[in-house]
């Protein structure tokens, strides 16, 4: 069983949808992490949180600690948001678990 | 501030042949991690170093996977002999603060095709 899942594996949405990508884990955190990764690039870092929300121009991303979910939604999507997003847990120390991505395609 | 610096980029070898990474962390931060990414998966942990010192290497094939971070900055991670499944891209990433915390900034990759 993965640590981390994350849902929907794919999702393809029209430009200006509003997008939600979901991640629950199983254990214990000290931080989560949602990453971006477009085709053939590196993995860029877009929130670190561990608790609340956090906002950063379109992208919004929440946790419920009780309830070991988290989630990354997108405001009027744009073709360049196109990539795969991952999220990620940090138990203790600085150990990872890596979900395996949700891949968005936003068709203009 | 330079990010995190990998290279090579790309990199075709024919299995059994040998290939080395090199990484550059962000200047100060102490904690440098190897990743092994294959197509349609998550990173998967090859080693992390806290400074020069190993802190997690167990899931590192170490018979034929090999990291070294001998000054505890810049990193390299080598592979001899390749095998057809190690065809992947290996992520350096780096961190800075203490356990726990920290924000974790990734290299570009180095793309390994294994022919």
């Known amino acids: 069983k993965n640590e981390v899942e994350q849902s929907p594996q794919n999702l393809t949405a029209q430009e200006g949808e509003f997008i939600t990508i979901n991640c629950s884990y199983s254990v214990g955190i000290s931080a989560l992490h949602w990453l971006q990764q477009h085709p053939g690039g590196g993995i860029v870092s877009l929130f670190m949180l561990s608790s609340g929300k956090k906002k950063h121009g379109r992208l919004i991303a929440t946790i419920n600690i009780q309830e070991k979910h988290s989630s990354l939604h997108i405001t009027a999507s744009h073709p360049r948001d196109s990539a795969v997003y991952i999220c990620a847990v940090s138990p203790t120390g600085n150990q990872f678990y890596f979900g395996t991505g949700t891949s968005l395609t936003v068709i203009p | 501030e330079a990010g995190v610096a990998q290279s090579p980029r790309y990199k075709i070898i024919e299995k059994r042949q040998s290939v080395a990474f090199w990484c550059n962390p962000i200047s100060g931060h102490a904690t440098l991690y190897w990743y092994q990414q294959i197509l349609g998966q998550g990173p998967k942990l090859l080693i992390q170093f806290q400074n020069n010192g190993v802190v997690d290497d167990s899931q590192l094939p170490k018979d034929r996977f090999s990291a070294e971070r001998l000054k505890g900055v810049d990193s390299t991670l080598k592979i001899q002999p390749a095998k057809l499944e190690d065809s992947a891209v290996y992520l350096c990433?780096?961190?800075?603060?203490?356990?726990?915390?920290?924000?974790?900034?990734f290299g570009e990759g180095s793309r390994l095709t294994v022919l």
């Open positions: 990433a780096s961190r800075s603060g203490l356990a726990g915390t920290g924000e974790l900034f």
